[in-house]
């Protein structure tokens, strides 16, 4: 019975070591395993603060399985930035299958000493599995040694000044005091050349504005083809008619006739009507007006031509008489000779 006992002690804690062993052997193939799996590879792990390193990030999965690459921000950590990234380059191996991704980081330090790059997840989903498996790559430890300095050296840049290419955003404040000096010049010029000639640097064509009368008129017809009258607005055609007239009399003779009555239109307008008839037929324009402004009267068509036919006489009576351009008559001393005969 005892001999038994120890016997199945001794089977049983065979078995335990054997056990072990395995589970030993098996988590060593699976950290080995995992070691090839993912992977984070510098160029080296000693630079100097500002320096670039280049580090490789490599995974491989099965075949039919599928990762999800880890989203890099601009740091890996606290003080390793990242400079640039590399597209995501994949290999598939012939023989097995496995798909191996690549990407480059280029990354720099600026504060010395130890600097650890953190490990790095992968999220894998095996073949038609919907769950998903870590696996992390291992931290990777960098030297950033500071810039050894010569206290008594001159002081001098970590590099050279770098020289921006010219522009022409650099060259136009140039250009336009150029052209501001040749502008100048060519004004003095002309100006110079001017003076010179007795002429002045700038001829300006003055416009002569129309005569009165003929303004006037040119308003008089433009009402008559509009044939207002005829469209039953009555009180418009007179209210435009007068004012013309008004415009006329203050522009031909200084009257202010658009601040008076009719009546004070016809007492200051004496002065200047010598026919009595053509005073008589201003009356009678205004009169009708102020029945159509007024009164509200419609007078008939007949009186509405009349009135425009008397206001065209009026003007045409009053504008002022065309200049007449005088002749030299030559003198007696030259056409005498010419005349004379000389008798023997």
């Known amino acids: 019975m005892f001999t038994k006992s120890i016997f199945g002690n001794r089977i049983t804690d065979r078995m335990m070591k054997t056990c072990l062993s395995t589970a030993i052997v098996f988590m060593i193939l699976i950290s080995f ?132 290419p010219y522009t022409l955003r650099d060259f136009l404040p140039w250009i336009l005091l150029g052209l501001g000096i040749a502008l100048l010049s060519l004004l003095g010029w002309f100006y110079y050349q001017s003076r010179k000639k007795k002429r002045p640097l700038i001829k300006l064509t003055l416009r002569q504005p129309k005569p009165a009368h003929v303004l006037a008129l040119e308003q008089l017809e433009a009402l008559k083809s509009e044939q207002v009258w005829q469209k039953g607005q009555i009180k418009e055609y007179y209210s435009r008619l007068t004012d013309i007239l008004r415009e006329y009399f203050e522009a031909r003779f200084g009257v202010n006739a658009a601040e008076m009555t009719s009546d004070e239109i016809i007492s200051a307008m004496k002065n200047h009507l010598s026919d009595a008839q053509r005073l008589k037929d201003l009356q009678k324009i205004l009169n009708l007006s102020d029945m159509a402004k007024f009164a509200k009267a419609r007078p008939i068509g007949a009186e509405n031509e009349i009135s425009h036919t008397l206001a065209v006489a009026i003007i045409n009576s009053t504008k002022p008489a065309p200049e007449l351009k005088s002749e030299k008559a030559e003198p007696e001393a030259e056409t005498a000779p010419a005349e004379t005969k000389t008798e023997n």
């Open 33 to 164: 395993f995992d070691a090839k799996a993912q992977k984070i590879i510098a160029d080296t792990t000693a630079i100097t603060i500002g320096q670039q390193l280049n580090i490789a990030l490599e995974l491989e999965i099965a075949k039919g399985s599928r990762a999800e690459w880890p989203l890099l921000a601009d740091t890996l950590s606290k003080s390793v930035e990242i400079i640039s990234k590399s597209t995501i380059d994949s290999i598939i191996d012939a023989q097995t299958g496995n798909i191996t991704f690549r990407q480059q980081l280029v990354v720099t330090s600026f504060d010395t000493g130890f600097q650890v790059i953190p490990p790095i997840q992968f999220k894998i989903f095996e073949a038609g599995s919907n769950e998903s498996d870590l696996r992390v790559t291992e931290p990777l430890l960098i030297t950033v040694s500071s810039v050894a300095v010569d206290m008594k050296a001159e002081i001098k840049d970590l590099k050279p000044v770098m020289t921006a």
